[in-house]
């Protein structure tokens, strides 16, 4: 079942102001993106910094006002009051920064049952720290740790925190925003291995955003790949690990380290990624494409199915066959 399906979604910013106050430059962050989470499944989201994982996720949730696009969630369209309510109840983000998204002042216990608060629920004490002490459980931490503070906590329990803070409502979708970029590699291998837990105990569907290609792969069952604000290619993960199909996505992948030495991996594209304030026409690869032709330096390509569950914005992508 299609749990959220984002439809055409832009996101563009303006930037700076010009002596009267009027907006100097836009930059077009998400331009005309389409993406579908289905109910249980975690989407993997890939791209270089900058190509806007973030601005996606946040515009598609919410937290930022959409320039754009639809989403629908369950089918209904979260303009309306109702479906719009529900969904920021069942849809909630955790973030990069466990020391930044955490706010110091507060006890964990309060951090958690905020949201609990926000939406009225809980109210009787008792029966909130009841269910702060079952959530912090399901993080693996201490019910003692509901007093205690953030800076008094690792990285990795802090991310814990935040998840824990993140399933207070019950919700049926977590966007993990780079949820452990900033953690140490073994603590990484943690957050992740709870991750997938926590979704076979409670059904959750993830929109997984990450630099590390591997990662996603072990998260997720379809990846969608960004560049410069578009998604490029969409696919089962394995496939688009193992036999990816647009040319920025055999880039991406090609530059995994490798542990081979004597391996050379892959060749260094042609020049470096265009500024978002001045985008190419035509495909926003083509200038680091080899295999730019004049179609692709005028017509920008759309997102279309090259093969069984297998998407590309490419123009030389055919039936599904590597370039
Ligand atoms: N609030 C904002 N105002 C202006 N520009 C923004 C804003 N937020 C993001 N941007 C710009 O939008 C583009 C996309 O940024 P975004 O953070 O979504 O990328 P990202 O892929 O998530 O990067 P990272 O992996 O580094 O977090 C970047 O050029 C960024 O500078």
């Given at each position: 079942?299609?749990?959220?399906?984002?439809?055409?979604?832009?996101?563009?910013?303006?930037?700076?102001?010009?002596?009267?106050?009027?907006?100097?430059?836009?930059?077009?962050?998400?331009?005309?993106?389409?993406?579908?989470?289905?109910?249980?499944?975690?989407?993997?989201?890939?791209?270089?910094?900058?190509?806007?994982?973030?601005?996606?996720?946040?515009?598609?949730?919410?937290?930022?006002?959409?320039?754009?696009?639809?989403?629908?969630?369950?089918?209904?369209?979260?303009?309306?009051?109702?479906?719009?309510?529900?969904?920021?109840?069942?849809?909630q983000m955790i973030f990069q920064d466990p020391y930044s998204s955490l706010?110091?002042?507060?006890?964990v216990?309060?951090i958690i049952?905020?949201?609990?608060?926000?939406?009225?629920?809980?109210?009787?004490?008792?029966?909130?720290?009841?269910?702060?002490?079952?959530?912090l459980?399901q993080v693996d931490l201490?019910?003692?740790a509901?007093?205690?503070?953030p800076?008094?906590f690792s990285g990795g329990q802090r991310q814990r925190v935040g998840i824990a803070r993140a399933l207070?409502?019950?919700?049926?979708?977590i966007?993990c925003d780079e949820p452990i970029s900033a953690l140490d590699v073994s603590v990484q291998v943690q957050i992740v291995n709870m991750l997938?837990?926590l979704?076979?105990?409670?059904?959750?569907?993830?929109?997984f955003?990450a630099?590390?290609?591997?990662?996603?792969?072990?998260?997720?069952?379809?990846?969608?790949?960004?560049?410069?604000?578009?998604?490029?290619?969409?696919?089962?993960?394995?496939?688009?690990?193992?036999?990816?199909?647009?040319?920025?996505?055999?880039?991406?992948?090609?530059?995994?380290?490798?542990?081979?030495?004597?391996?050379?991996?892959?060749?260094?594209?042609?020049?470096?990624?265009?500024?978002?304030?001045?985008?190419?026409?035509?495909?926003?690869?083509?200038?680091?494409?080899?295999?730019?032709?004049?179609?692709?330096?005028?017509?920008?390509?759309?997102?279309?199915?090259?093969?069984?569950?297998?998407?590309?914005?490419?123009?030389?992508?055919?039936?599904?066959?590597?370039?």
């Amino acid at each position: 079942m299609e749990l959220i399906d984002a439809r055409h979604i832009t996101k563009v910013f303006t930037v700076g102001t010009d002596w009267l106050g009027r907006p100097k430059k836009v930059l077009a962050a998400v331009q005309d993106m389409s993406l579908v989470i289905h109910q249980g499944e975690t989407v993997g989201l890939v791209g270089e910094s900058g190509c806007g994982k973030s601005t996606f996720a946040r515009t598609v949730l919410g937290l930022y006002g959409k320039t754009g696009g639809t989403v629908l969630y369950k089918g209904r369209d979260t303009r309306d009051l109702a479906a719009g309510e529900l969904y920021r109840r069942q849809v909630q983000m955790i973030f990069q920064d466990p020391y930044s998204s955490l706010d110091p002042r507060m006890t964990v216990e309060e951090i958690i049952s905020e949201p609990l608060r926000n939406y009225h629920l809980c109210a009787d004490g008792r029966e909130r720290r009841k269910r702060v002490a079952g959530l912090l459980n399901q993080v693996d931490l201490r019910a003692e740790a509901a007093q205690r503070y953030p800076h008094e906590f690792s990285g990795g329990q802090r991310q814990r925190v935040g998840i824990a803070r993140a399933l207070a409502l019950e919700p049926e979708c977590i966007f993990c925003d780079e949820p452990i970029s900033a953690l140490d590699v073994s603590v990484q291998v943690q957050i992740v291995n709870m991750l997938r837990r926590l979704q076979q105990e409670l059904g959750l569907s993830y929109l997984f955003i990450a630099h590390d290609l591997t990662m996603v792969h072990h998260m997720s069952r379809r990846i969608g790949v960004m560049y410069l604000g578009r998604l490029v290619e969409l696919g089962p993960g394995s496939e688009v690990f193992c036999r990816p199909l647009h040319p920025y996505t055999q880039l991406l992948i090609a530059s995994v380290p490798r542990p081979d030495p004597a391996d050379p991996g892959a060749p260094d594209a042609a020049g470096e990624v265009p500024s978002p304030l001045e985008l190419p026409a035509g495909c926003v690869f083509h200038p680091r494409c080899p295999y730019a032709n004049q179609r692709c330096r005028t017509e920008t390509p759309v997102l279309r199915q090259v093969g069984a569950d297998r998407f590309a914005a490419c123009h030389q992508v055919q039936g599904g066959d590597a370039l």
